[in-house]
């Protein structure tokens, strides 16, 4: 199975800033990476695949980038609304896998 | 309006088997896979297993942890997947997402929506 390792498993940020989070994957997930934001008490919401596409509606402010084991998340001016936890997720191989989860503080 | 709409979760004992439903509206039912997504309490999210859509013949695929005990079915001119879950412990107590899942080369499938969830809580 592929690992996913997500860091730090916990920021605390102020609104404005730049917040990037990390994913590592065990081997190669050739890019076939998402990421997922999970808002309290919410279901999971889509927000960048392939490593580095916005899903349709996600504003702007969110981007991915990386390729091969190593893929960040990087949130360009943290807003009050993105208190939540992120998940990134290999579906290169199965059985997919999802990193441990970033909980973002603000 | 894409909707997924989780049911059938519930209290259930060691040993038992139950059914959940994932009723689909809004898109074509059958050009998307369906992916079960697991939250334990206060845990990370777990993938459960997938049903291809019919262009790629409605296989399925499990995680080990399920694997044997679990089985997927569609019926897509209704609009809804299910999981069969047999042989339930209390490992399996969690949150049970069905996603739809959407695949643009190769049949590999990453989830653009998410029904709210059916809570499964295994438990004597």
Known sequence: ?106 | EVQLVESGGGLVQPGRSLRLSCTASGFTFGDYGVTWVRQAPGKGLEWVGLIRNRIFGETTEFAASVKGRFTMSRDNSRGIAYLEMNSLNTEDTALYYCTRSRTLVGAKYYFDNWGQGTLVTVSS
Do not use: H
């Open chain 1, 1 to 106: 199975d592929i690992q996913m390792t997500q860091s730090p498993s916990t920021l605390s940020a102020s609104v404005g800033d730049r917040v990037t989070i990390t994913c590592r994957a065990s081997q190669s997930t050739n890019n076939w990476l998402a990421w997922y934001q999970q808002e309290p008490g919410k279901a999971p919401k889509l927000l960048i695949y392939e490593a580095s596409i916005l899903e349709t509606g996600v504003p702007s402010r969110f981007s991915g980038s990386g390729s091969g084991t190593e893929f960040t998340l990087t949130i360009s001016s943290l807003q009050p609304e993105d208190l939540a936890t992120y998940y990134c997720q290999q579906y290169y191989q199965y059985p997919e896998t999802f990193g441990q989860g970033t909980k973002v503080d603000i």
